[in-house]
């Protein structure tokens, strides 16, 4: 592994997977996986399907256990032993591949669960929107583009909005690394562009890692490159030096 | 703004439902016992006693499925055993009558129920102590469903039992019960339960008056639970819940320690069929283990499919529809009664799976005046159930 990355710094480093491996009857998805990404870093990761990308996230937001290795996050905290809530209070947000809002709840509503504070039950009997916080969903609605729609249940939603609007859930959380699967999936090219600038946005102040097939998304993204292959890196980089390498490209054109 | 209280009442009455379930309902308990014992019994305003035991119980009923649509339409966990938590407060209840009888029992015994001399019992077993007092029988009411929905609710959701599978044990939990219950050894009467109640706090349970004020009780309980899952529904809370209920593993990738939000509603969901159970008993004069059967369950859960689940007012009509129509043609057709009830659910469930509220125009009150919220409240497609 070493070749690929200089030795993680640990003080900026907010994630750091450590020989991760899972296996599904047998099946290796993720294979001894080693990266790591830096605080605020905005890092795309490419590969062919059943690479193992979702099953990585999986592994970062305690939906899947590894059977070996560490997920460290923030420079201390074994992600490995906690589960989904706590890793969602700890300050990791996901998106989904397949976009997963609440259909039967308008879209101000959707946002307004993911609302970072307070997660307890009888806390959120009395619950009530400050003004400020009205305001941040307001707003949060103006960066989705969705204000038109807030009233609307996200069932409703176009795919492209629905992501969208899972992308706004996400910010709502105000996490500190953020997992984006495949946000572009369903969006038309303008829309598509819109993303890339968004999640460039947001990075910076947070980490922010793209999964996505999509190379002119990726591209847009302008950043840093982990290709994942058979649940390991294969290369890393910026995207001309991955897309030159002959192994990548065998990966991708070799089959 | 200015208080807690400004929240509540709009969550409750701030639309045409509300306001027309909780009016209908006070209304109810006011003018039934009035119709009943006021009014005598040649006018044609009359209101027989039978019609008001018949209709006492279809409250305890209603009150029942509301409890079942709470969890059921708001949250999605299909409970096939809430007739258990029914029955234990019925139990409680019958319990607290049976110490009522005193020496008017046929044995005369102060000490002990007559099933417990009948049994060559020599004195009363520690677990009935304290049900003398009406107070700590109350509590009981409430305790004992709650205390088991707690325990049983917290293994099953902790290890994320959902869908079919939590069905299946909670339908199997009532069926232990009602095993057990059965027995002579548990000490609750086995196969006869507890019957041949005589006075509640004093009152003697076939008076007109009694009755009059069991079914004030029971409606006005009714309007109270609808009260209370009407705020529950509307707070953030019950928004956290509908989210479970279609979209379980995402709340949890929200932060949402989903087992803690489903614990809640299931606990309060108990108790309420707890106090359904406690009206139920002293209206109908006897619990047995019978009220344990895994059927009555899966009545209830027709009952609220009947109405239309995840209304809330829809419960309260599916109950007391099905249960009219149950009286009615248990009398007229008994042997085909029992196919006419299954029959009503395949009709549902094909032509109207929304239920009678989300299908018949008249029923869909809210919709006009400021219903937005409630409208909401309402799911806008039925099938949610599979998603993850
Ligand atoms: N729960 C599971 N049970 C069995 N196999 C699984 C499971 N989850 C993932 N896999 C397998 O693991 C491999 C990696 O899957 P994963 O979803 O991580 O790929 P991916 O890189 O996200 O692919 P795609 O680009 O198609 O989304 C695939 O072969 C998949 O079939
Ligand atoms: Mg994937």
């Known amino acids: 592994m070493s070749e690929l990355h200089a030795s993680p710094q640990k003080r900026d480093t907010i994630l750091y997977l450590d020989g991760v491996s899972v296996s599904f009857d047998g099946f290796k998805a993720l294979n001894n996986l080693s990266f790591y990404v830096l605080a605020g870093e905005l890092r795309a990761v490419i590969g ?5 990308k979702t099953t990585m996230m999986d592994v970062v937001t305690g939906k899947t256990r590894p059977d070996e290795g560490q997920v460290v996050f923030n420079g201390g905290v074994d992600l490995t032993a906690l589960d ?22 308008s879209v101000f509503d959707n946002l307004e669960l993911a609302l970072a504070g307070s997660r307890g039950v009888f806390q959120s009997l009395g619950f009530r929107l400050t003004p400020e916080q009205r305001l941040r969903i307001d707003e949060m609605l103006e960066t989705v583009g969705l204000t038109e729609r807030r009233a609307a249940l996200a069932g409703d939603l176009s795919h492209g909005q629905k992501q969208w609007l899972e992308i706004g859930m996400l910010l709502m959380q105000d996490p500190h690394l953020l997992l984006v699967d495949e946000p572009a999936a ?63 490209v065998e990966v991708y054109l070799g089959r | 703004m200015r208080s807690a ?88 209840m019958g319990m607290h009558l049976m110490r009522q009888i005193g020496t008017r029992g046929v044995y005369g015994n102060a000490e002990l129920p007559d099933f417990m001399v009948f049994l060559n019992w020599k004195e009363l077993p520690w677990y009935w102590y304290g049900f003398d007092a009406f107070p700590f029988a109350a509590l009981m009411v409430v305790l004992v469903p709650g205390v088991l929905a707690l325990v049983f609710g917290w293994f099953a959701f902790r290890s994320r039992v959902t869908g079919v599978y939590l069905s299946i044990i909670t ?43 069991l079914f004030a009780a029971s409606a006005l309980a009714v309007a109270g639970a609808y009260a209370l899952c009407r705020v529950i529904v509307a707070s953030r809370l019950g928004r956290v819940l509908l989210a ?145």
Do not use: C
Request: glycine content about 14%; overall charge neutral.
């Open chain 1, 84 to 105: 989904e809530a706590r890793i969602a209070n700890l300050g990791i947000g996901r998106k989904f591949q397949k976009p997963t809002v609440f259909d039967t709840q």
């Open chain 1, 48 to 52: 062919p399907n059943g690479a193992g």
């Open chain 2, 5 to 92: 209280a400004g929240p509540i009442v709009t969550a409750v009455l701030g639309d045409a439902t509300g306001r027309i379930v909780v009016g209908l309902l006070v209304a109810a308990a006011v003018a039934v016992p009035v119709l009943n014992l006021m009014v005598p019994a040649g006018s044609p305003l009359h209101v027989p006693p039978y019609v008001v035991a018949l209709i006492g119980k279809y409250l305890t009923f209603a009150l029942l499925a509301l409890s079942v649509d709470l969890i059921w339409g708001f949250a999605g966990i299909l409970s096939l055993g809430h007739g258990a938590f029914f029955a234990l407060g019925g139990y409680a």
């Open chain 2, 171 to 213: 339908q199997a939990m009532t069926f232990a019960l009602m095993l057990a219950f059965f027995r002579n050894d548990m000490g609750f009467g086995g196969n006869n339960g507890l019957t041949d109640f005589k006075d509640i706090l004093g009152f003697n349970l076939q008076a007109g008056g009694t009755r009059a004020v």
């Open chain 1, 186 to 248: 369903g969006m038309t090219d303008a829309e598509t562009e819109e993303t890339a600038q968004l999640l460039k946005r947001i990075a910076g102040d947070r980490s922010v890692v793209v999964v996505e097939h999509d190379m002119e998304f990726v591209r847009a993204l302008d950043a840093r490159v982990t290709v994942l292959h058979e649940g390991s890196v294969l290369a890393e980089g910026s995207l001309a030096t991955v897309q030159n390498d002959a192994r990548v």
């Open chain 2, 244 to 388: 479970v209920r279609d979209a379980e593993g995402r709340v949890r990738f929200l932060g949402y320690r989903v087992e803690y939000y489903k614990l809640f509603v299931f606990v309060v969901s108990a108790m309420l069929a707890g106090i359904a159970g406690a009206l139920y008993v002293p209206q109908v004069g006897i619990i047995n283990p019978g009220e344990f059967a895994p059927a009555n369950s899966i009545e209830i859960i027709i009952w609220v499919a009947v109405g239309g689940r995840g209304s809330l007012h829809g419960a309260i009509l599916g109950a007391i529809l099905v249960n009219f129509a149950k009286t009615y043609l248990t009398g007229a057709i008994p042997e085909i009664w029992l196919f006419a009830l299954g029959g009503l659910f395949v009709a549902v469930t094909l032509f109207l799976p929304k239920g009678i509220v989300g299908t018949v125009p008249a029923f869909k009150f809210g919709g006009a005046g400021g219903g937005w919220r409630w409208r909401r409240l309402v799911p806008a497609r039925g099938r949610s159930e599979e998603r993850p």
